[in-house]
């Protein structure tokens, strides 16, 4: 594991400059060495700032988004294509320029409860929109990772399987998994399984807190296993959502 973090909603809505700081800050006191932000917009933030903060407390920051559905990279329509094309590279700018690392996310779809399955032609325009954003982010110094997430957020990617069969597809090796415990046990039959399955691909792994279960002890059994599979066994960056801090 390379870092332990936390998300910046922990300490704040993360709407304000302020809050942001405050959430830098409020991490690095806790001991955390990593902090997940959500999409920054540089119009409403001071990236520079902000990069410089993080690097005065030595706190590095990644960010992750879901696309809106004007903006959907699995869509059929060109100009939607486009525009989540043009979404995604600003958001890897935006990235860089704020210090980050990591760029994560629902970035393959939009962020929404689809009515309809996947087409082949939707997969297709994802592929290659990622592929080709990976490419950009390369060249930024930003990791690409893809959150896998529940069957209610997208209709794309629920698994690990179906993450790693995308990935092999863009064929880029800087594209890597968000494996999040909070989706997995929702969708995966055996976490451990799924970790060992993402291995070295793993970029981000992410504690959420357990909300489906069959028994009052399984879901957490399972999360805090993972967890510790997550120390060893991959090389990813280790956030926690929900859990409080250390004391």
């Known amino acids: 594991m390379k870092r332990l973090g936390i998300h910046s909603f922990v300490w704040t809505g993360g709407q304000t400059q ?55 990279v699995s ?18 700018r935006a990235v860089r320029d704020v210090g980050g690392d990591k760029l994560g996310g629902i ?20 592929v290659h929109a990622i592929a080709d954003t990976a490419e950009i982010a390369e060249a930024a110094g930003v990791d690409l990772v893809l959150e896998v997430v529940n069957r209610f957020e997208t209709n794309l990617l629920n698994t690990t399987a179906q993450g790693m069969k995308f990935i092999a597809d863009t064929g880029n090796d800087h594209v890597r998994l968000h494996m999040d ?10 976490l451990a399984a799924a970790i060992r399955l993402a291995g070295t691909r793993s970029g981000i792994f992410t504690s959420g807190s357990p909300t489906v279960a069959t028994s009052a002890t399984a879901p957490l059994t399972g999360i805090l296993f993972s967890m510790r599979l997550s120390r060893s066994d991959t090389t990813a960056t280790w956030f926690s959502r929900a859990f409080p801090p250390p004391l």
């Open 107 to 126: 970035l393959y779809s939009a962020h929404t409860k689809y009515n309809r399955q996947p087409t082949t032609d939707g997969w297709k325009n994802s």
């Open 75 to 92: 869509s059929e329509d060109p100009e939607v294509v486009a525009a989540g094309r043009a979404m995604l590279a600003d958001a890897v």
């Open 181 to 190: 415990t909070f989706h997995m046990q929702m969708e995966e039959a055996n």
């Open 18 to 72: 302020e809050g942001l700081e405050k959430a830098l800050e409020k991490s690095a006191e806790h001991g955390y060495r990593c902090i997940e932000f959500a999409y920054l917009r540089p119009e409403l933030f001071d990236l520079d700032r902000l990069a410089r903060k993080s690097q005065e407390l030595d706190v590095q920051i990644g960010v992750t988004m879901g696309l809106p559905v004007s903006a959907d």
